[in-house]
């Protein structure tokens, strides 16, 4: 029934009222069934300190909506519309949302609001959209979403200058980049690294391909190259005095924390002895290129050190072969340590308590624990996020993983001709986000679960870390297994007040695919950790899932 209702909540008879300063922390869900939902969205990318940043809004109603089909918005029902931003100090400040075609909306009238507020600090902000009004039913509604939204905490930006040269058989395009503060500072220590992207394209318009990396900065500078052999389907001018060159498109850099764009250029000329695009020089790079290894025409030139591992005897270098498993968000222990009879060979348990970590941190931290270890070629296996700290690290640095796999894999034509090695394997990944990783883990954590949010770990996080880090030609070396309660009965009832079922208590069948990845199948009355209504797979023996130990490659 529709009306206004009035809360008393009173300590059962018996027991005695806990004093103010003593007072717990509670929560108050209250569900119904109506049509009438709220949809937001950024309306930028670009989320540095100092520019403007819009967040749009929109209520709709449909008993049909789904997230396949868009309703229209409720047009001429929304009586106040506001934004509130809660800054990374805690400090909140209140914003109007307007539909009048000039505040960050759409058009004028249509039912879509919009507000922009200017960040002067960098980190995590809190914002949540709220509109209040009344339906042609005469209903009164109020609606709220809420984002985790990082802002840059980087100074970097393009400079706009490019030069392009040759390496063996690939060309390599040095992409100059302005520095200031924090930024300058980092790559002055050689400390700095930052995700590139970038197109090769020629002035004529054909394009060659594309390339993205985690890239240390260097002499003011990132770098990143393409194997020659993209240039056999391009249509080269075979005069070597033509005009035609090549250029970049699509380039940005963005900050490893978050994946957050710190600048972007749509095209950029490239200088230097390499970038006249003829078909000569092409040719002189292809007979280059033909001694070259097939793989690297998607993951770039193993440095020395990695190839000369590679290319040692078998059993020459020692610590190959060995399992590395990682732990997830927040774990307070690694639970594979639980089962230590389920691992055969040498194997590493890696940990980082009580730590809430971005994926490339996270990555960066398991790379450097295992060149500590003095392990040489490895495969991992990862819990949670773990999954997703191994996959970052396969996929955008060069590792032993990388030996790993040159050692197992054969190629043809750029194409992989064997059975993928068993690089990562994860279990209960939240690959593509987490409902409970955003403003939902403030909720969370009232019972005792997690260490707050995480930017990289929210669906936009995940989208955006998907679409700068994980290429098809990576994934296809990972293997995930996912698990779950039953809808009957969820794994903990606090962690399925925000998350979508079915679920293991923190990820969501709905965002634990991996496109590209192998699918190992999904068992029910697992959950994700101890302290659930079922069991936790990796605390129990035999080897959990009975992962594929017997296809890690070793030397």
Same mark, same amino acid.
Request: hydrophobic share 40%.
């Given at each position: 029934?529709?009306?206004?209702?009035?809360?008393?909540?009173?300590?059962?008879?018996?027991?005695?009222?806990?004093?103010?300063?003593?007072?717990?922390?509670?929560?108050?869900?209250?569900?119904?069934?109506?049509?009438?939902?709220?949809?937001?969205?950024?309306?930028?990318?670009?989320?540095?300190?100092?520019?403007?940043?819009?967040?749009?809004?929109?209520?709709?109603?449909?008993?049909?909506?789904?997230?396949?089909?868009?309703?229209?918005?409720?047009?001429?029902?929304?009586?106040?519309?506001?934004?509130?931003?809660?800054?990374?100090?805690?400090?909140?400040?209140?914003?109007?949302?307007?539909?009048?075609?000039?505040?960050?909306?759409?058009?004028?009238?249509?039912?879509?609001?919009?507000?922009?507020?200017?960040?002067?600090?960098?980190?995590?902000?809190?914002?949540?959209?709220?509109?209040?009004?009344?339906?042609?039913?005469?209903?009164?509604?109020?609606?709220?979403?809420?984002?985790?939204?990082?802002?840059?905490?980087?100074?970097?930006?393009?400079?706009?200058?490019?030069?392009?040269?040759?390496?063996?058989?690939?060309?390599? !395009?040095? +992409?100059?980049?302005?520095? @200031?503060?924090? %930024? #300058?500072? *980092? =790559?002055?220590? $050689?400390? /700095?690294? &930052?995700?590139?992207?970038?197109?090769?394209?020629?002035?004529?318009?054909?394009?060659?391909?594309?390339?993205?990396?985690?890239?240390?900065?260097?002499?003011?500078?990132?770098?990143?190259?393409?194997?020659?052999?993209?240039?056999?389907?391009?249509?080269?001018?075979?005069?070597?005095?033509?005009?035609?060159?090549?250029?970049?498109?699509?380039?940005?850099?963005?900050?490893?924390?978050?994946?957050?764009?710190?600048?972007?250029?749509?095209?950029?000329?490239?200088?230097?002895?390499?970038?006249?695009?003829?078909?000569?020089?092409?040719?002189?790079?292809?007979?280059?290129?033909?001694?070259?290894?097939?793989?690297?025409?998607?993951?770039?030139?193993?440095? !020395?050190? +990695?190839?000369?591992?590679? @290319?040692?005897? %078998? #059993?020459? *270098? =020692?610590?190959? $072969?060995? /399992?590395? &498993?990682?732990?997830?968000?927040?774990?307070?222990?690694?639970?594979?340590?639980?089962?230590?009879?389920?691992?055969?060979?040498?194997?590493?348990?890696?940990?980082?308590?009580?730590?809430?970590?971005?994926?490339?941190?996270?990555?960066?931290?398991?790379?450097?624990?295992?060149?500590?270890?003095?392990?040489?070629?490895?495969?991992?296996?990862?819990?949670?996020?773990?999954?997703?700290?191994?996959?970052?690290?396969?996929?955008?640095?060069?590792?032993?993983?990388?030996?790993?796999?040159?050692?197992?894999?054969?190629?043809?034509?750029?194409?992989?001709?064997?059975?993928?090695?068993?690089?990562?394997?994860?279990?209960?990944?939240?690959?593509?986000?987490?409902?409970?990783?955003?403003?939902?883990?403030?909720?969370?954590?009232?019972?005792?679960?997690?260490? $707050?949010?995480?930017?990289?770990?929210?669906?936009?996080?995940?989208?955006?870390?998907?679409?700068?880090?994980?290429?098809?030609?990576?994934?296809?070396?990972?293997?995930?297994?996912?698990?779950?309660?039953?809808?009957?009965?969820?794994?903990?009832?606090?962690?399925?007040?925000?998350?979508?079922?079915?679920?293991?208590?923190?990820?969501?069948?709905?965002?634990?695919?991996?496109?590209?990845?192998?699918?190992?199948?999904?068992?029910?009355?697992?959950?994700?950790?101890?302290?659930?209504?079922?069991?936790?797979?990796?605390?129990?023996?035999?080897?959990?899932?009975?992962?594929?130990?017997?296809?890690?490659?070793?030397?």
């Amino acid at each position: 029934q529709v009306g206004v209702y009035t809360l008393r909540i009173a300590p059962a008879a018996g027991v005695a009222a806990s004093a103010p300063a003593a007072a717990g922390k509670g929560v108050l869900l209250v569900y119904n069934e109506s049509p009438l939902q709220i949809e937001t969205h950024l309306t930028t990318y670009a989320l540095e300190v100092g520019s403007p940043v819009g967040l749009m809004t929109r209520v709709t109603e449909s008993a049909a909506a789904s997230d396949a089909v868009q309703s229209p918005p409720l047009r001429g029902h929304v009586e106040h519309a506001k934004l509130v931003v809660i800054a990374p100090d805690g400090t909140e400040r209140d914003y109007p949302m307007h539909d009048d075609g000039a505040h960050a909306d759409l058009a004028a009238d249509d039912g879509v609001f919009g507000a922009q507020f200017v960040p002067r600090a960098p980190g995590n902000y809190i914002w949540y959209a709220q509109l209040d009004g009344t339906t042609a039913a005469g209903v009164r509604f109020q609606r709220t979403t809420e984002h985790l939204v990082r802002i840059a905490s980087l100074d970097a930006e393009l400079s706009g200058r490019a030069k392009l040269s040759t390496r063996r058989a690939r060309l390599v !395009a040095s +992409i100059g980049l302005e520095l @200031a503060n924090d %930024a #300058a500072t *980092a =790559a002055s220590a $050689g400390q /700095l690294r &930052l995700h590139a992207y970038a197109e090769l394209w020629t002035t004529a318009g054909a394009p060659v391909a594309w390339a993205s990396a985690e890239c240390a900065v260097r002499d003011g500078a990132v770098e990143l190259s393409w194997d020659a052999r993209w240039l056999r389907a391009v249509d080269l001018d075979a005069d070597a005095d033509a005009d035609s060159r090549y250029e970049l498109r699509h380039v940005y850099i963005s900050e490893l924390t978050g994946f957050v764009p710190l600048s972007q250029a749509a095209r950029m000329p490239l200088h230097g002895g390499a970038a006249r695009a003829t078909a000569r020089h092409a040719a002189h790079l292809l007979r280059a290129a033909a001694t070259r290894p097939d793989d690297e025409m998607h993951f770039g030139e193993a440095p !020395a050190h +990695i190839a000369a591992r590679v @290319a040692a005897p %078998a #059993a020459a *270098a =020692a610590g190959d $072969g060995t /399992l590395v &498993l990682v732990h997830g968000y927040c774990s307070t222990d690694n639970p594979f340590a639980a089962t230590p009879d389920a691992w055969s060979g040498a194997v590493e348990t890696f940990l980082d308590a009580k730590a809430s970590r971005g994926n490339g941190e996270f990555a960066a931290l398991v790379d450097a624990f295992v060149s500590e270890r003095g392990v040489g070629d490895w495969a991992g296996v990862g819990h949670s996020q773990g999954g997703i700290a191994l996959t970052h690290l396969l996929c955008t640095r060069w590792s032993g993983l990388d030996g790993t796999r040159l050692r197992a894999a054969r190629y043809r034509n750029g194409t992989l001709v064997s059975e993928p090695p068993v690089l990562v394997q994860s279990v209960g990944t939240p690959y593509q986000g987490c409902s409970g990783a955003g403003t939902g883990a403030s909720l969370i954590s009232l019972f005792g679960y997690g260490c $707050g949010a995480n930017a990289d770990l929210t669906p936009s996080g995940a989208t955006t870390w998907l679409a700068s880090s994980v290429s098809e030609q990576c994934a296809q070396h990972v293997y995930y297994y996912t698990t779950q309660g039953l809808s009957s009965n969820s794994c903990s009832w606090a962690t399925n007040l925000v998350l979508y079922s079915p679920n293991d208590g923190t990820t969501e069948l709905r965002y634990a695919d991996l496109p590209g990845a192998h699918n190992m199948g999904n068992t029910e009355r697992q959950c994700h950790t101890t302290d659930m209504n079922y069991p936790c797979l990796l605390y129990t023996s035999p080897s959990p899932r009975d992962m594929r130990r017997s296809r890690m490659p070793s030397s």
